[in-house]
Structures are given as structure tokens and as C-alpha cells.
């Protein structure tokens, strides 16, 4: 008997009925295998954010504009600003926004985020950074563009599991996995023991780590 998998499949059934648009993007995500965020993780996502209620949201890894989209639909007061490197998903995106009609509240910054913090910084201060992009990037996203959050604002890191290797005692079989496994675990490790945040993290989706800056860095 599989007792996490039918409390997964549980808690989904009993999610809402999802607009039109939403549920077409999950579908071709799902056709195309591109990742998006898992039902019961993007919940939990949503759920933090209609309590805070930020004003300003910074996406790193925009892929199709599944979860901006979820984000702007439920926060009607919300402006997304996103980065997203890749030039086909990049237009897809701004596709996607438009058919849901969320273009007005909607800022695509396109370019490895890596490069283009210079650019997002006058957008900001933000309320809510959403890191979804290169997992073994994580720790450089996090440095760029973690003082670009005001002190009270929250940081989501998705995929911190990544697919159950990271809590697993296996190795995993090739050497980029085993890599990208260890800056994983050393990322989660850094946001835990970090003095300047409260993080949790929580085992929805493929792993969502939440942390609330509580204090700035005045080194």
C-alpha cells in the first residue's frame, strides 16, 4: 500500500476547478514534458502567497508562464516580474499571459538570470522571490538576487528534493546527478542554518523550501 501516494492523490482531488487556460497549459506540459510545478506544491505555493498578499513577485525560470499565471490569477493585485533564457519559452510565455489576459500586471525579463540582475534590480524591492530555474544554480540565483527582497518577504525554492535523491541514502548512478545532488543538499543546508531567515522546508511537490527574511546582511 502506497500511503503517501494516496494522500498526494487525496489532496489533489480536492483542489478547486482551475480556469480554462490553466488547465491547457497543464496538459501541454504534460504532453511536451516540460516541468512544471507539481498540483499539490503549486497549492502550498499559492496558498503562502494569498496570506501575504505581496505587491511585487520575482520569478527566476518563467518556462511557459504556468506558475506567473497561477500566481497573477489569484492575486489580483500582484505584478510578476520573470526572467527566462530560453527564447522559445520565452515567447510562449508572453503567449500565455496574454490568452489569460494578464499582460498589464506581467514584466518578462529575457536572459540567463545569472546575467541580468542589473536589469531587475531597479524593478524591485520585491515581496516574494520564486526560484525555479537551474537546480545547481540555486546558491548563485539566491546571492544575486536575495537583497533585492525586503526584510519580511518571502523566498520559495522549488524542486529541493529533486525527485526524492536528495533525502535519499542511495548514489545516484551517473556523475551529474551525484553534482547536482550534493549542491542540492548544501543549498538546503546554507538556508536552514542561515541566522537571517526562517526557512522550512516542506516535503510537497518535488520538495519546497520557504523562507521568510527576517534581517538584512550589513556585512
Known sequence: ???????????KSLVRERHDVILELETYAKEYEIPIMELDGIETLLQFLR?????????IGTAIGYSAIRM?????????????????????AL??????SFQSRFHLVEGDALDVSGDVENKGPFDVL????????????FTLYEPMVSVGGLIFSDNVLFKGMV???????????RALVK???????????DQRFQSVLLPVGDGLMVSKKIEVDNE
Open 183 to 193: 549542491k542540492i543538499r548544501a543549498y538546503n543546508e546554507k538556508l536552514m542554518n
Open 51 to 59: 496570506v501575504q498578499q505581496p505587491a511585487k513577485i520575482l520569478e
Open 130 to 141: 520564486f526560484i525555479d530555474a537551474a537546480k545547481g544554480q540555486y546558491e548563485r540565483f
Open 95 to 100: 503567449d500565455n499571459v496574454r490568452k489569460a
Open 1 to 11: 500500500m502506497d500511503i503517501h501516494g494516496d494522500q498526494i492523490s487525496y489532496i
Open 72 to 92: 497573477l490569477n489569484d492575486l489580483p493585485q500582484t505584478k510578476v516580474i520573470s526572467i527566462e533564457r530560453d527564447e522559445e519559452r520565452a515567447k510562449l
Open 167 to 177: 533525502s535519499s541514502t542511495a548514489t545516484p548512478e551517473s556523475r551529474g546527478l
